[in-house]
């Protein structure tokens, strides 16, 4: 059986050293050889002649993304600008300075008596600073440096950081769901009092649903924070999150895999959110993490944590011991539908060598029937098939519709309320586990860490509507 | 003891005083573009409203610049611990303004406007626009930094026979609309948030308070000479450089009006100037930045025990005062600094602004005003300071945080004033004094926007707006010169408003250019000057005036007495006119009047000859024809008809 191919994006070699004197960082073609025609590099001061006239300021490096047909300098005013390489006479220099970036990065002032918590970064934003080379924000600070940025989290706990790797959340894969899940069970082990994992938001509910199943029976909470504006910005969300997951980590009586986000755009409070049942609901604003088909667990300030509901896991202080399992099968897929689809994207997964498929269906859980003797196959190449819903909110319900009952048939098994991405996780843990196509469907179908609730309690589903009267009404009077 | 500064009043000093003292100014100016969406997302621009339909908080953290620094306005901000209110209405504010939504294209209806502009103004055009995010932290901006990218530098205008040198034109996003700012909470409209701008920057080429009034002029007027800028108050703000010898740049923000530029500036140069005393004076004691000693005691009422003698403020559950003393400073908080202002109050405002402590007084201090507590307090403060003669005790209270801030501050301030002018951002004040804001940002704020790319500004499109352009300014005086426009005409003609129907009335009215240029300029100045709405001219019914001139209906003294009347009275400037040509055919009714007067003069006597005579002729006659007949002409008549007579007898 031919193994499909891995994602190529996840990052699993170390990347290139970059050339020790790189002079000329980011030009290439006409601006490069304009640059050393000129004998000058970067972050030479220069006075450029041009047929636009002259312009006076520091070589910088160059966006990889940018064309070789500019240079750029930043002017004695702190703006940068691009010259035309085919308008430029000459260039003299006029001086050469190498900038160094530095980033404060301080001990973390240890006290006696304050929980222990620690940092374990992955990327992402709340870990990022600026990169001349590609003119974008880039996951490269250090948990250590965090803390000169956020000196308040020395309030709170005392830290420890550990950076296991620095990939965006889209590179997140296996290697770094187990790696991660390891980590945390050896810190539990080592006895801290609570355990944030610095993370992308974009992936950020699939690694809380994959920790949620990997790590069990946590002693102490695990917190997954993130940002939505990168920490290089005044306006950031990334510093508040990291003390409310810091405040929750330390503090919280909640022992479960979190998510600790914004609540409102306003820098208000932070949510903590069950780790299986939680998602990113826009790509950009700082509210984006919603808890689907519940309230949340629990408000965070810097004052205080206050539980929305009172069904979960309690800390258990002295215990250090955790279930770990970190069994992953990659070959699964989590398939869109839409009308229209053909059954052949069904069968290539099979032909590949899939073990399982999640589906998210249309309404209650459907696909078109062109899609049935395909999903037969699936079932005859003992393939597992969880059917979830698109619409996020509810249940699958195969039991409504004659289709549905069909699909049943054929093998596809509701998957409850579970998100679609928390099924897809779960069912690459659970085939990971076991061959044994029964006992995963008892894995897939008993709820571990709250991933299928036997409810939806009826505040679950909120989504405001703007424009209605006491919609609007309700919005003057709160900050957002 | 002898006063340490010398702060003299506004008006007192000649060009060269401000010459003398080594004066610069410069300008920044930001004016509004006249677009149909905002810069970088597609609200509509130029939609204000006070009411809102939501509200959202947030705060300011600074941050690290690409160069690895803290900038120093970025610390003092983050040191206020401001709430910031931002109120949103749908219409005009989407999730863009609001920092939750990445910015979209720049609008390109703004970068050509921006172009044109900074072709006007002779730049040098970049090849490529960089977004560059350049950081405010008082909250103006959701963001915390405003998307801003440069389209030319080093361009100049003409002025006065030099030039005024251009450093850099930027298209940027305006800012909120502050609309209250108390203790920790400030609040802000999102209206004008987004709209585009032009930054332009002046080299500091001014040598006079009134020439950057001036050049701000001409700036305006150039750029509005495009048509394509919003006009209209807050369309155009100005920022203020200024600086003397041995002083430093501060930045006067907020100007109202041009007008009241030359008392802000004479007024921060003589504030610069009392700084530079008192830190020769401080000197002179002995007192430097290394030797600087102050000493901080909580005096709280519950550490004291002293709870009827504090203020109201400190004396309530949980305020707290601390006392300062600054040693060997008695005499410096009174020295002044400006017309109304002494060094105590560059103290406070910084108390105010740092500490958040903004219910003034805001600090007392036993050499300003001692009076405010009872003489056992401050000795006991003093006592508690080990205070001696020589130094000045300061007393700071408030909400504990915000009183500890509040002496440091006081501290930090004093200590500054060892170093010299510290580098500032002022507010312009309604007395034409300014007062502390921020610390003045350095380039240390700005870094590549990373959320949009460069922009191309190819050959092609700057040259196709190069052939758009209006006429540049000095081009006109070159033509007007030309014209024999008097000298001192020449320049403030080309930049008013009246340029236009000037050339206008010259060209197609066949007016003489220099009385027309004598009447816009000098006769419009003593019109304003007598307090008359000038501005309310219109130019239609001036070029009117001008045309019924150019065609011989009415005289020169008519066209004066005609626009005079209706600066004056008030009465609509066409019946003016009417009345004047209608009474018309004054030339036929000329040899009535002579013997009108005529009769008058032969009763009477002229001991004092015949200049007394032709005088009074002349008088009679003016009074009888005012502005009928020009006043060449009636002389004429005078000399001819009465003069003879008076000879003969």
């Not at chain 1, 250090?320 to 970190?326: E, I, P």
């Not at chain 2, 987004?194 to 050049?215: F, K, S, W, Y």
Request: proline fraction near 5%; aromatic fraction near 6%.
């Amino acid at each position: 059986m031919a193994r499909p191919p891995r994602n190529k994006n996840t990052v699993r070699k170390k990347a290139p050293k970059a050339p020790a004197q790189d002079l000329h960082k980011g030009y290439r073609g006409a601006a490069l050889e304009c640059l050393k025609k000129f004998g000058v590099k970067v972050w030479s001061d220069v006075l450029i002649d041009s047929s636009r006239g002259r312009f006076e300021g520091r070589v910088l490096p160059r966006a990889e993304s940018g064309d070789d047909q500019h240079i750029v300098i930043k002017i004695a005013s702190g703006y940068n600008v691009g010259v035309a390489v085919d308008a430029i006479t000459d260039i003299k220099e006029t001086g050469y300075a190498v900038a160094h970036y530095k980033i404060p990065e301080k001990e973390f002032p240890f006290k006696e008596g304050r929980p222990f918590v620690k940092l374990l970064g992955t990327g992402g934003t709340i870990a990022s600073r600026l990169d001349y080379r590609t003119g974008a924000v880039i996951p490269a600070f250090t948990p250590g440096e965090l803390y000169g940025a956020v000196p308040e989290l020395a309030d709170i706990c005392n830290l420890e950081t550990e950076k296991l790797f620095g990939v965006f959340s889209e590179n997140m894969g296996a290697q770094e769901y187990v790696v991660l899940a390891k980590a945390i069970a050896r810190e539990i082990e080592k006895g801290v009092d609570g355990i944030v994992v610095g993370h992308g938001t974009d992936t950020m509910h699939h690694t809380a649903a994959v920790l949620s199943f990997m790590v069990q029976k946590s002693p102490v909470p695990v917190v997954l924070v993130g940002s939505q504006r990168s920490s290089d910005r005044p306006s950031s969300d990334a510093a508040l999150n990291l003390i409310h997951a810091a405040k929750a980590a330390a503090e919280s009586d909640i022992a479960e895999v979190m998510v600790c986000m914004f609540g409102p755009t306003s820098d208000l409070y932070g949510l903590l959110h069950r780790g299986t049942r939680v998602r990113k609901m826009h790509s950009s604003y700082r509210s984006t993490f919603r808890t689907i088909g519940d309230v949340p667990l629990a408000t965070v300030n810097r004052e205080r944590i206050a539980p929305l509901r009172d069904d979960y896991a309690r800390r258990r202080p002295g215990d250090r011991k955790c279930v770990l399992n970190t069994a992953f099968e990659e070959r699964v897929a989590l398939i869109y539908y839409y009308p229209n689809m053909y059954p052949d994207i069904l069968d290539a997964l099979v032909d590949l060598g899939y073990r399982g498929i999640v589906i998210a269906g249309t309404g209650l859980g459907h696909v078109n029937k062109p899609c049935y003797p395909a999903l037969k196959r699936a079932q005859e190449a003992r393939v597992a098939v969880y059917m979830t819903v698109q619409t996020l909110w509810g249940y699958v319900h195969m039991d409504v519709y004659e289709t549905g009952r069909d699909m049943q048939r054929l093998g596809v098994i509701p998957a409850q309320n579970m998100l679609p991405e928390v099924a897809y996780v779960k069912l690459c843990w659970a085939l990971g586990r076991t061959d044994d196509l029964d006992e995963v469907r008892r894995i897939m179908l008993t709820p571990v860490a709250g991933e299928i609730t036997d409810r939806e309690p009826t505040n679950g589903y909120l989504i405001l509507q703007g424009g209605l009267p006491e919609v609007e009404e309700f919005i003057s009077g709160h900050w957002k | 003891m002898p006063t340490i500064t010398n702060v003299r009043p506004f008006g007192s000093l000649t060009d060269d005083d401000y010459r003398a003292m080594g004066f610069r100014g410069g300008l920044e100016i930001h004016q509004q573009l006249l677009t149909t969406s905002k810069l970088f997302c597609r609200c509509p621009a130029g939609i204000y409203s006070y009411d809102y339909d939501a509200e959202i908080l947030r705060h300011m953290r600074p941050t690290l610049s690409e160069m690895g620094e803290y900038d120093g306005t970025a610390l003092m901000e983050f040191k206020t611990r401001k709430n910031i209110i931002y109120r949103t209405k749908q219409e005009t504010c989407c999730t863009y303004e609001m920092d939750d939504t990445p910015p979209f294209d720049m609008d390109e209806e703004s970068i050509d406007i921006g172009l044109k502009i900074a072709l006007l103004l002779n730049c040098n055009i970049v090849s490529e626009m960089h977004i560059i995010r350049k950081q405010y932290l008082d909250g103006s901006i959701p963001t915390g930094f405003q998307r801003t990218a440069i389209v030319g530098v080093e361009g100049y205008v003409p002025f006065r026979g030099r030039r005024i040198g251009i450093k850099q034109l930027a298209v940027e996003e305006d800012s909120c609309r502050e609309v209250g700012d108390e203790g920790h909470y400030r609040i802000y409209l999102t209206d004008r948030l987004g709209m585009p701008l032009v930054e332009t920057v002046t080299h500091p080429d001014m040598e006079t308070p009134a020439e950057i009034a001036e050049v701000g002029q001409l700036l305006r007027r150039l750029t509005r000479s495009t048509g394509l800028v919003r006009t209209g108050i807050g369309a155009a703000r100005e920022d203020v450089n200024v600086s003397v010898a041995g002083g430093t740049r501060a930045e006067i923000k907020g100007v109202p009006r041009l007008k009241a530029i030359p008392r802000l500036v004479h007024n921060e140069a003589m504030r610069q100037r009392a700084l530079l005393d008192i830190h020769a004076e401080l000197k002179r004691r002995g007192i430097t930045e290394s030797s600087f000693r102050a000493v901080v005691v909580d005096v709280s009422a519950a550490a004291t025990g002293d709870r009827q003698n504090l203020p109201a403020a400190a004396a309530k559950e949980g305020g707290h005062a601390y006392a300062v003393a600054l040693r060997g400073f008695r005499g410096i908080l009174g020295a002044r600094t400006q017309e109304t202002k002494s060094f105590v109050d560059e103290i406070s405002d910084r108390v105010r602004v740092v500490a958040c402590l903004d219910r003034l007084p805001n600090v007392f201090d036993d050499e300003t005003s001692s009076r405010q507590l009872g003489d056992e307090t401050w000795r006991r403060l003093r006592r508690k300071l080990k205070a001696r003669d020589r130094d000045v005790v300061v007393l700071v209270w408030g909400p504990a945080e915000d009183a500890r801030l509040g002496a440091d501050e006081i501290v930090l301030r004093a200590h500054e004033a060892t170093i010299g002018v510290p580098s500032e951002t002022r507010q312009a004040l309604a007395d034409g004094t300014t007062g502390f804001e921020r610390i003045l940002p350095g380039p240390d704020r700005m870094y590549p926007d990373t959320d949009r790319p460069p922009i191309k500004i190819p050959e092609e499109r700057v040259a196709a707006l190069a052939s758009e352009l209006p006429e540049p300014i000095w081009t006109r005086e070159g033509r007007y010169r030309e014209w024999g426009v008097p000298e001192d005409c020449v320049a403030p003609l080309a930049a008013s408003r009246w340029a236009e129907t000037f050339e206008k009335v010259v060209e197609e009215h066949g007016v003489e250019p220099k009385f027309a240029a004598t009447t816009l300029t000098h006769k419009m100045k003593g019109w304003r000057r007598r307090g008359w709405a000038v501005d309310d001219l219109a130019p239609s019914d001036v070029e009117r005036t001008f045309s019924l001139y150019g065609r011989g209906k009415i005289s020169r003294e008519a066209l004066t007495a005609a626009l005079e009347a209706y600066l004056s009275h008030g009465a609509p400037l066409r019946s003016i006119l009417n009345d004047l040509t209608h009474r018309g055919k004054v030339t036929a009714r000329l040899p009535e009047i002579a013997k009108k007067v005529e009769r008058k003069i032969k009763v009477r006597r002229f001991p004092n000859g015949p200049a007394a005579m032709k005088r009074y002729a002349m008088g009679e006659l003016m009074a009888e024809l005012r502005g009928l007949v020009p006043g060449a002409e009636l002389a004429e008549i005078v000399t001819e008809k009465f003069l003879p007579k008076a000879k003969e007898r």
